[in-house]
Every structure is written in C-alpha cells, then in structure tokens.
C-alpha cells in the first residue's frame, strides 16, 4: 500500500467507526507530515482521497474537517455508498457464490463472453445499528478476475470496485417496491414497508463490470441529480449531425 493510501484508510478507518465525529477537525497536512514522516504532497493527496470520497471536507483557512452524513445519494456518477451513509458505516457479507453465468445473469449484466463466470454477492449495510441498506450485486469475473480472491469482509464490494475498476458508463434505474417478508427482515421494517429500489449497470468500455440492487427503507434515503439543458445551438447541431 502507498504511503498516501495507508495515511487515507487510517483516517477513512477512524471517520468509519465513529471514532472521528461529524465536524471534527482532521490533522493539518503539517501535522500530517510531521507524523507520518511523509512529504508534503502525500499528505496533501490523501486528504484529497478523503474529500473525493465524500468523507472530509476542506474550509480554507481552517481545515479538514468530517464531512456531515448525507441522506441523499446523487446519481450524476456512481458514489462510494459508505460515504452516501456515513460516518458509522459498517456491512456484513451475508452470501458470496461464484458460478458460470445463468440466464439471469447474463439479462443482468448485459453480454458476457462465452463460459464466463460471476460473482454473487449479497450485503447489508448499516449506519447508527440501524440497518441502512441491502445490496444484491453480481460481479464479472471475466472483467474483474482479481475479485475471485477478495472476502470483502474489509471493504464492501463497491467501495473496493471504485478504487480498482475504472468505469466508463453507468445505467440507473429507480423504482418504489413494497418490502418483501425477506427484505423486512434484514432491513428492520414491516412487511410491505415502502422502499426504494436502486438498479444500476456499470461497464467499462464494451465490457460489463457488475450490477447491483441497492434497496433502501424509503423513509431514510433520498436520491438526487443535477442537469441543465442542451444549449439550442447544440440541439440543433444534434438534430443536423
């Protein structure tokens, strides 16, 4: 592991467990440098990692400071979910399965080459003890081969495929479903509860990398995005092309 990597995971570590609270002033890079026996410039990367991750947040002229928890998660992108819920952020792997790709999986993913193998992954996430989140993904070994080898018992699965599989599209779908006895259960609600259902697609070039159900108890998250319009000289450009 980099130096900046091991300075961001000690503090993202802390921020996680709760040890480091909303609002509380994170080390200067001075005293970053000072105590790591780093370079300037590695301090200031890792705390620029942080802040990319949603989990630090910089006040000129004061500092680092942990970010608040969002209850809202953006879908111009693809979010590190232990940020979207904050600090507090714990998951539990409640199933891992690699298999050769069924039907199902292959209407999931999108084209898989010939004989390709997934991964099967189902996760709770929770915040607070609270439950926060389930997540139901499927991971393509022939994009991501390196993940036949990972627990995720560490880093949840989609924390760990944004820092190692660059994305270049990514497919949203948003939905309202009732909670099934099932998913009440692990989620801490009653049977019929109303939830929010995130699908969501990601490749990387032509290649499929995973896709996830994220199901959240509706009354504790919110989605949101941001566009503006196509400027009328570009639409007309679009509709001449």
């Given amino acids: 592991m980099t130096r900046h990597a091991a300075i961001r995971a000690q503090i993202e570590a802390r921020i996680l467990s709760g040890a480091l609270r909303p609002g509380d002033r994170l080390p200067s890079e001075a005293e970053l ?26 006040r000129r002229k004061a500092g680092s400071f942990v ?31 690699m298999r050769a790709a069924t039907a199902e999986d292959r209407a999931r993913l999108g084209t898989l080459p010939r004989g390709a193998k997934v991964l099967a992954l189902a996760v709770r996430h929770e915040a607070g003890g609270l439950a926060a989140a389930l997540e139901d ?19 949840p699965p989609g924390s760990w ?6 994305w270049t599209e990514a497919e949203h779908r948003i939905q309202a479903l009732a909670a099934d006895a099932g998913t009440a259960s692990l989620l801490g609600i009653a049977e019929g509860a109303p939830c929010l259902v995130l699908d969501r697609r990601s490749w990387r070039g032509e ?15 919110a989605f949101t995005g941001r566009s503006r319009p196509l400027r009328e000289n570009s639409q007309q450009g679009m509709r001449e092309a």
């Avoid at 370079?39 to 990367?45: D, H, I, K, L, P």
């Fill in 137 to 155: 993904r499927l991971i393509s070994l022939h994009s991501v081969p390196e993940a036949r080898a990972e627990s995720f018992a560490t880093t």
């Fill in 67 to 97: 970010a608040e928890p969002r209850a809202e998660e953006t879908l111009l992108g693809i979010p590190d979910l232990r940020a979207t819920i904050g600090p507090g952020h714990r998951h539990a792997v409640l199933s891992r399965t």
């Fill in 207 to 221: 290649e499929s990398v995973t896709a996830v159900r994220l199901t959240y108890p509706g009354d504790r998250h």
């Fill in 161 to 166: 495929l944004l820092d190692r599989v660059p």
């Fill in 33 to 58: 440098v000072a105590e790591h026996g780093v370079a300037r410039m590695t301090a200031s990367r890792a705390l620029a990692d942080l802040v990319a991750a949603g989990l630090v947040v910089r």
